[in-house]
């Protein structure tokens, strides 16, 4: 089953719930009551599995790493409280799976601690550091893995390096079941964005630009070398389609281009400092981040985007 439908699942039995819910608290407690159970029953009968295996000799390390790489599986185990690995290595593996992302932008992501409370405390390094984009990549790409492998995460602290004794940015995990797709807050906010699958990002040729839609979502994807990158398809300084883009080689750029030209203004941005701008410092393109879900590169889509940074 493909990890999409299994969280359109959870999603599914959160909606039956409330819809019960709807029939009173007595409806509602009966129907968590019975949830708990069955998974309870399935979760003994998971458990006694893997001691079956162990026993007789068959759940060798490495075939534990290969359920724990599973999406679902690892899920489930976490569920259950039978996952293998603790929290401290589950969160350093969520924040190495995106360092492809954060150093393709000249970034990375420090774990300072993770307290007694379930809170992780993290800081930015690099162009991520003060980024005007930082907020997405925090978004989609550092909170999203960490969710996944670690929901029993109870928030994401932000500390900005120059700043280190202010308040930090509180970013809530409300997280029950492995999911991309976030729920309202309560407040009225609306979900920020999903996951797309995009295969033909793995076609791209060096120096390669092309546009697509994602349900009326437009965006432009680039390679440069080995790299790919994903930008919302508007121009910052003209207010423009970037359709009919270019990538042009930039002193020390790997072959394949490094900075995309836009057609209508001639603008150039440097896709790999998360497209900022050379003629204009202060404006930089809305990056979107990349990341390879079950060998299919995908990519984060907005439910909505502002024209700023």
């Not at 603790?86 to 924040?95: I, K, S, W």
């Not at 033909?200 to 080995?226: D, H, K, M, W």
């Not at 390879?292 to 995908?298: A, E, H, K, T």
Request: charged share 20%.
């Amino acid at each position: 089953m493909p990890a999409g439908e299994t969280r359109q699942i959870g999603d599914r039995i959160g909606t039956l719930l409330d819809a019960l819910g709807a029939g009173g608290a007595v409806a509602r407690g009966r129907a968590e009551d019975l949830v708990r159970e069955v998974a309870d029953l399935y979760g003994a009968g998971l458990e006694r599995l893997l001691e079956i295996l162990r026993e007789r000799g068959v759940l060798d390390p490495a075939t534990m790493q290969a359920l724990t790489a599973d999406e679902l599986v690892s899920a489930v185990l976490l569920i259950h409280g039978l996952h293998p690995q603790d929290l401290q290595t589950r969160v350093a593996a969520a924040l190495d799976s995106v360092r492809p992302y954060l150093g393709s932008h000249g970034g990375d992501v420090e774990l300072l601690e993770i307290n007694d409370d379930g809170v992780v405390r993290l800081r930015l390094l690099g162009t991520c550091q003060g980024c005007p984009s930082s907020s997405v990549t925090l978004k989609y790409a550092v909170e999203d893995a960490i969710e996944a492998a670690a929901p029993e995460v109870a928030a994401i602290e932000v500390v900005e390096a120059e700043r280190a004794a202010a308040s930090p940015a509180v970013i809530p995990v409300d997280a029950l079941l492995v999911r991309l797709n976030r729920e309202p807050d309560g407040s009225g906010d609306q979900p920020a964005g999903s996951w797309e699958p995009l295969p033909q990002l793995a076609e791209l040729e060096p120096g390669e630009v092309a546009g697509f839609q994602i349900g009326g979502y437009s965006l432009l994807a680039c390679r440069t070398g080995q790299d790919v990158y994903a930008y919302r398809d508007y121009c910052p300084r003209c207010t423009r389609s970037l359709e009919g883009a270019t990538l042009q080689r930039a002193l020390a750029a790997p072959v394949g281009g490094g900075l995309l030209r836009c057609p209508s203004c001639r603008s150039h941005f440097d896709v790999r400092q998360a497209g900022a701008c050379l003629e204009d410092k202060a404006m930089h393109l809305d990056p979107l981040p990349l990341l390879s879900r079950g060998g299919v590169m995908c990519v984060a889509v907005p439910v909505s985007a502002g024209h700023g940074g």
